[in-house]
């Protein structure tokens, strides 16, 4: 359940609702990580449930001294009224057979939040990708029959590649063909339940392999701002050096503490 | 998929830990007899808070049986043996009830009889002041359970106006520094408070990456979320069975707020303690 950091609930009516599927590489979840840290976005709430792993830790988008002491739990939610933007951002993984039940009460949120409409931020494995896909874009995207309406136009011209249906049973030839997004945590299961109870949802996700997944997350980024705008596009002018997004000071020893001196 | 040195593929374990979603979404649906499996294994895992004086149930929470103005929670052995040494060898607690619960981490099989000797998870009061908890956790409160721990103590009625204070160990190599962890001195302590803390930390507060999992996340997160003032205290060590080093770590907590008024002879608990750990090193050697 949603819990205000303040004394009152906030009005949602009308925002954008961006959140990440924890999927392969936490793309999704680093990507906004990148949303919250350059945007600057204020913690509004909480999304209190017994359905991840707790965890916690201090303020992950500290900038100084002052605010590196706020802690933060595992799924929290921050917002940017200027831009109509809300965003919820997961810390942890599911405990067992609890993603069913954490997607209907998110989205039971959602809905009576009135949010504008919801994008899913998340990814899959790259070497599931077929022999076209190989050879396309890695970004991909999928759109609820709500959302579809309003805004198919501007999906067009910005030549996105919509994610393709796959067999369901991939070793039997004549097998059916459904979306599948394997590596991609509740994404599927978010999706399927968006249109069936008819909430304006946007799935962008990349196609990624575990490893360093910064770039992917950047790129992901990009792609989201290419239909957002939530920063202003990156230029192409050669001279500017320094990237749009801001990483947040938390991403600091993602790898690992330092190497024994002793090793070399 | 990754490939080895070998040029082998193997299945490369995904960080986001979506295998079992995998397995869900493939439409593989659950018979009847699956349901029975999990539904009989939830209620093997259930917490369950009982008095052992009168081997009865506790019908509602364990806060909302009693008022609660100080709430201090020792989870694992070394934070367990702090606080029996200090501060219950200080005054006089009564037992006021004691969680059961199994997972796969506990050694018995008997999960109707907990004997007291097992891992274990009792809660006290002060006589003198029935208002002052303690609760002394040396069993693992596996993910699953942690959120159930919390209901049957914590109950739906947040209480504003109590303390908590959570004392537990973590192992050295957990955290993240950017020189390497065999150049830190360890055992050394750090803090976490929730918004409400107004109490200021025995030591220095922990560090972003580094993070804390298990039951004191679970409370402390409960703690933030519904405004209640508390403060836990990680002592990072390099041995995590009971040690004397590693227990008298938690010593500048004794002159924190919550801890202070609950010690009363400094020398003569830190000699309880040694003896505690004495008796335990002898009794757990390779051959048990």
Same mark, same amino acid.
């Given at each position: 359940m949603f ?11 009308g925002?954008t ?5 924890v999927?392969?590489?936490n793309?999704?979840?680093l ?9 600057n976005?204020c913690?509004?709430?909480?999304f209190?449930?017994?359905c991840l792993?707790?965890m ?13 002491t706020e ?14 933007l ?17 997607c ?5 949120w ?9 994008i899913?931020?998340s990814?899959?494995h ?8 190989l ?6 995207y ?6 579809q309406k ?18 369901c ?10 979306i599948?997004?394997p ?9 399927d339940e968006?249109?069936s109870k ?6 962008l ?5 575990e ?5 992917d997350a ?5 792609y989201l701002?290419?239909? !957002?705008?939530?920063?202003?596009p990156?230029?192409?002018d ?10 947040p ?10 190497l024994?001196p002793? !090793?070399? | ?19 079992d979603?995998e ?5 593989r649906?659950?018979?009847p ?6 539904r009989?294994?939830?209620r ?5 808070l009982?008095r052992r $004086?009168t081997?009865t149930?506790?019908?509602? /929470?364990?806060?909302?049986?009693y008022?609660?103005?100080?709430? *201090? ?5 070394n934070a367990v043996?702090?606080l029996?040494s200090?501060?219950?060898?200080s005054g006089v607690?009564?037992e006021?009830?004691?969680a ?7 050694r018995?099989?008997?999960?109707a009889?907990? /004997?007291p ?7 006290? #009061?002060?006589?003198s002041? &029935?208002s002052?908890f303690?609760?002394?956790c040396?069993?693992?409160v ?6 159930q721990?919390l209901?049957?103590?914590?109950? /739906?009625?947040?209480?504003?106006n109590? $303390? ?6 973590r #192992? ?13 001195h360890? =055992? ?5 408070k ?5 109490? =200021? ?7 972003? &990456?580094?993070?804390? #999992?298990?039951l =004191? ?6 703690? +933030?979320?519904?405004?209640?003032p508390?403060i ?8 995590m069975?009971?040690?004397l ?5 938690f010593? =500048?907590?004794?002159?924190?707020r919550?801890?202070k008024?609950?010690?009363k002879?400094i ?5 309880i ?8 090193? *002898? +009794?757990?050697? *390779?051959?048990?």
């Amino acid at each position: 359940m949603f819990v205000p950091c303040g004394e009152s609930a906030c009005d949602l009516a009308g925002f954008t609702l961006l959140m990440p599927a924890v999927s392969v590489g936490n793309v999704g979840q680093l990507a906004i990580d990148l949303i919250i840290s350059t945007l600057n976005m204020c913690k509004i709430g909480y999304f209190y449930t017994d359905c991840l792993v707790p965890m916690v830790g201090n303020n992950p988008y500290a900038t100084s001294e002052e605010n590196s002491t706020e802690l933060s739990i595992n799924a929290e939610v921050y917002s940017l009224p200027s831009k109509k933007l809300v965003v919820l951002q997961l810390r942890s993984i599911f405990i067992k057979y609890k993603s069913k039940p954490f997607c209907e009460k998110l989205l039971s949120w959602v809905k009576s939040s009135n949010c504008a409409k919801v994008i899913v931020l998340s990814s899959s494995h790259s070497y599931h990708r077929n022999d076209l896909q190989l050879r396309s874009t890695p970004f991909r995207y999928l759109l609820t029959p709500s959302l579809q309406k309003s805004i198919q136009n501007k999906i067009k011209n910005l030549n996105w590649e919509e994610m393709e249906k796959s067999p369901c049973i991939p070793e039997i030839s004549d097998s059916e063909y459904c979306i599948r997004i394997p590596g991609g945590g509740i994404t599927k299961t978010l999706y399927d339940e968006g249109c069936s109870k008819e909430i304006p949802m946007a799935v962008l996700l990349k196609f990624v392999s575990e490893g360093d997944n910064i770039p992917d997350a950047l790129g992901l980024v990009e792609y989201l701002n290419e239909w !957002l705008q939530i920063i202003k596009p990156h230029s192409d002018d050669a001279t500017a050096s320094t990237l749009p997004w801001k990483m947040p000071s938390s991403w600091r020893l993602l790898f690992g503490s330092g190497l024994p001196p002793a !090793l070399f | 998929m990754a490939a080895t040195f070998f040029g082998e593929v193997v299945k490369a374990p995904c960080r986001a830990g979506t295998e079992d979603e995998e397995e869900e979404a493939e439409g593989r649906t659950e018979t009847p007899e699956d349901r029975e499996v999990r539904r009989q294994l939830a209620r093997k895992r259930e917490v369950r808070l009982f008095r052992r $004086q009168t081997k009865t149930s506790l019908e509602v /929470s364990l806060l909302e049986k009693y008022s609660c103005s100080k709430f *201090i929670i020792a989870v694992g052995n070394n934070a367990v043996a702090f606080l029996s040494s200090f501060v219950m060898n200080s005054g006089v607690w009564e037992e006021v009830g004691c969680a059961k619960l199994w997972n796969e981490w506990c050694r018995t099989t008997d999960t109707a009889h907990l /004997s007291p000797a097992e891992a274990f998870c009792v809660f006290y #009061h002060l006589k003198s002041n &029935p208002s002052v908890f303690l609760c002394q956790c040396s069993c693992y409160v596996a993910e699953d359970q942690q959120y159930q721990w919390l209901e049957k103590v914590f109950g /739906s009625c947040p209480k504003k106006n109590m $303390q908590v204070t959570i004392l537990t160990c973590r #192992h050295v190599t957990d955290y993240k520094t950017s020189e390497s962890t065999s150049s830190l001195h360890s =055992p050394f302590l750090k803090a976490l408070k929730t918004q409400n803390s107004k109490e =200021p930390p025995c030591c220095s507060l922990l560090e972003q &990456p580094n993070i804390v #999992h298990d039951l =004191p996340a679970a409370v402390l997160s409960y703690c +933030q979320v519904w405004k209640i003032p508390a403060i836990l205290y990680l002592c990072y060590t390099d041995v995590m069975k009971l040690d004397l080093i590693t227990a008298e770590a938690f010593k =500048p907590v004794l002159s924190s707020r919550s801890l202070k008024g609950l010690v009363k002879n400094i020398p003569q608990s830190t000699e309880i303690l040694k003896k505690l750990v004495m008796t335990n090193e *002898i +009794q757990s050697n *390779i051959y048990t």
